[in-house]
């Protein structure tokens, strides 16, 4: 079993405590600078909504960033996630490979012939 790693700061972390504390730019403030419903930015901002393609890019343009600075920091949460949950592990330990599988099929066809 993998070492725990620490949990990745989220792209709602990041935005609070990196860019909206430091501006003194309220959640209101971001809405209307990314041209969305406050509850869009709220949800983010605490944590309670992944980040999308779309409002990484809306990101990037109002904190002059670029798209993939905001989707790396989400790609490093959903990644966390999957190697830290024991379930998911379990059902991934389940998964057949390709070359597996064709070689059981190769051999259920030759017991058969």
């Known amino acids: 079993m993998n070492q725990a790693t620490r949990k990745p700061t989220t792209p709602g972390d990041i935005l609070l405590y990196e860019f909206l504390e430091p501006l003194n730019l309220k959640i209101n403030d971001l809405a209307e600078m990314l041209q969305v419903h406050r509850n869009t930015v709220s949800a983010l901002v605490n944590n309670n909504r992944k980040l999308t393609t779309d409002m990484a890019f809306r990101l990037a343009i109002v904190f002059n960033t670029s798209a993939e600075f905001w989707l790396n920091l989400q790609s490093a949460i959903d990644i966390w996630k999957i190697e830290n949950n024991p379930r998911t592990q379990l059902e991934l330990s389940r ?5 597996d599988f ?3 099929r190769k051999q259920q066809a030759k017991d058969v012939a």
Not at 95 to 99: D, F, G, Q, W
């Open 95 to 99: 998964i057949i490979t390709a070359e």
């Open 102 to 104: 064709i070689a059981a």
